[in-house]
Nanobody, 125 residues
Framework: VQLQASGGGLVQAGGSLRLSCAAS??????????WGWYRQAPGKQRDLVAA???????NYADSVKGRFTISRDNAKNTVYLQMNSLKPEDTAVYYC??????????????????WGKGTQVTVSS
């Protein structure tokens, strides 16, 4: 399984970007149960930005609530992160992750995680 992230770039504060994460490889028999976006700024740890599961749950970092939206297109095996009202503090390398496996009745996901290579997002003030 390979994940290809794209869509990053340079944008002014207040602007928008949409990140994409396309999955390829031997995925036809796999069940994607969770997907998420993380970011890592220079000198900082990698943090969760947004995540969702096939059970219908989604959660966002407080700093992006109301501005970012995570979604998935099953037919295209692609996960998106729509980012609006971008701020300079959103500048980071963004990584996508997809979990293939199972989800239990409580919405917990279990399986193998796959990560994409990062895409740089730079927001100028």
């Amino acid at each position: 399984v390979q994940l290809q992230a794209s869509g990053g770039g340079l944008v002014q504060a207040g602007g928008s970007l949409r990140l994409s994460c396309a999955a390829s490889g031997s995925i036809s028999s796999l069940n994607a149960v969770g997907w998420g976006w993380y970011r890592q700024a220079p000198g900082k740890q990698r943090d969760l930005v947004a995540a969702a599961t096939s059970g219908g749950t989604a959660n966002y970092a407080d700093s992006v609530k109301g501005r970012f939206t995570i979604s998935r297109d099953n037919a295209k095996n692609t996960v998106y992160l729509q980012m609006n009202s971008l701020k300079p503090e959103d500048t980071a390398v963004y990584y996508c992750k997809i979990t293939y496996g199972n989800i239990d009745y409580e919405g917990e996901t279990y399986g193998m995680d796959y990560w994409g290579k990062g895409t740089q997002v730079t927001v100028s003030s």
